[in-house]
């Protein structure tokens, strides 16, 4: 130090004072570096926390947070709806104040547990009383040591749940019923394009057959008369030795029968093809008003006249009914099923068959109910299927209920095998009802 008070620093000295301030300033500047990162850090931390009660606070599921004591930590908007009181005045209470004593020693048996989670059902104490049942998760919570901490409950009523599950449920039979329907139809459309190209290629040989049996009969008329003629001029010793020899009268005899049950077989080709043709749904016709009373009644007459049966057919058709579409198919739709009645009543002792016709809402519903047998329930569920029949090899192809129940659908209808109190079957008809009035 000089005389007028001024400290003089050595070379050493200097040095020392001037890595102290190049210190400060370091520690100054870290000083400021840290209170921008706690800032940024702070700013991150509030948000996180706003969008952490933004979602508790959207989420419709009570959630309830306590402690290891069972106290209460937080609660979400949800939870506070429910009982009626604020977040402010829960926190710090027993979650017991707030639960149905009734429902303490479960609620107390849950939270005793150490660790995972466990499902129970409670009722909460609210401003207008007990809740409704309360289906409720509780789940241990871990603290930064790992070690229980309290638990987490979330929940909502149980009759949510079970109204969520029956839809659930539903939705999932619609689903399943919808891909057997879709595979059911894919199915039907391959078959459909194969026997329409089946119906296609037979369609040429049996024109043959018939315009050949037809020609084939002309020439037996006239080679009868001609053989007539022949023996009238030769002598009738000759001509009957030769008539005996050759079998001609036998042949002759046994011609006419060849050539019926021909044709009869050709006939019958011919409706196998004509069913084919219609399984594949390759014509469609405009669609007319039908009077679906006067089309039963017409089916009814011409299946029994055809079968020659001696079954009543009883008809209880009194109220009008009227729908669009093709009468044609309409009137094939119950000829096959009257006439698939006519062959179940054929070994009944008292055959009888009921055809009934009502009007119900927006449809029509016809029945056709028979005495005889009834359906095996083992193959009630093949009925509807193309080339399925419970009849003997030659009495049926098995086209004639698919084909029905493919008209009826076309017509935006349905055919059912329907319940039947006594013996027999029943099968249910239901089609799109029209007021003549709109027809």
């Known amino acids: 130090m000089t005389r007028d008070g001024t400290i003089t620093l050595d070379g050493d000295q200097e040095r020392v004072w001037i890595e102290v301030i190049d210190k400060i300033d370091e520690v100054y500047s870290d000083l400021l570096r840290y209170e921008s990162d706690l800032e940024s850090k702070n700013t991150a931390l509030e948000e996180a926390q706003a969008f952490i009660s933004s979602v508790l606070a959207s989420v419709s599921d009570i959630l309830v947070v306590v402690d290891e004591r069972a106290s209460i930590v937080q609660v979400n908007a949800a939870f506070e709806r429910l009982v009626g009181e604020s977040e402010d005045a829960l926190i710090g209470r027993a979650l017991a104040s707030v639960v149905d004593r009734h429902d303490h020693h479960e609620l107390a048996a849950v939270l005793a547990r150490g660790t995972g989670s466990r499902d129970l059902e409670i009722r909460f104490e609210t401003a207008a009383g007990t809740s409704d049942l309360m289906a409720v998760a509780a789940s241990v919570r871990l603290g930064r040591n790992k070690r229980p901490a309290g638990a987490v409950l979330t929940g909502r009523p149980v009759g949510e749940l079970r109204r969520a599950y029956v839809a659930l449920d539903k939705a999932h039979r619609d689903l399943q019923d919808a891909q057997r329907t879709l595979v059911e139809q894919e199915k039907m459309a391959s078959i459909g394009r194969l026997v329409a190209g089946v119906a296609h290629e037979l369609n040429n040989p049996i024109s ?10 002309r020439y037996r008329g006239s080679l009868e008369r001609y053989l007539e003629d022949l023996h009238a001029l030769a002598p009738a010793a000759a001509c009957d030795g030769l008539r005996r020899e050759h079998k001609i009268d036998a042949l002759l005899a046994d011609l006419g029968p060849l050539i019926d049950g021909t044709l009869e077989g050709a006939v019958r080709i011919s409706e196998i093809v004509r069913n084919l043709r219609r399984l594949s749904f390759a014509s469609p016709r405009e669609r007319q008003p039908v009077d679906l009373v006067a089309t039963v009644r017409t089916a009814a007459q011409w299946a029994q006249r055809a079968k020659n049966s001696r079954a009543r057919i009883r008809l209880d058709l009194d109220q009008p009914a009227h729908v669009m579409g093709d009468e044609g198919k309409i009137h094939q739709v119950f ?31 016809i029945t056709v109910a028979d005495n005889g047998p009834g359906i095996d329930p083992a ?6 299927e193309p080339f399925f029949t419970t009849k003997p090899v030659g009495k049926g192809t098995g086209l004639g209920l698919w084909i029905s129940y493919s008209i009826v659908s076309e017509h935006g209808g349905s055919l059912v095998l329907g319940p039947r109190a006594g013996p027999g079957a029943c099968m249910v008809v239901r089609l799109p009802a029209r007021s003549p009035r709109d027809i």
């Open 208 to 217: 043959f057959v018939y315009a050949n049996l037809h020609t084939l009969a």
């Open 335 to 365: 000829v096959n099923l009257i006439d698939n009645a006519l062959d179940a009543v054929s070994t009944v002792p008292d055959p009888e068959i009921i055809v009934t016709l009502a009007t119900r809402a927006a449809e029509t519903v």
């Open 379 to 384: 193959v009630a569920d093949k009925i509807f």
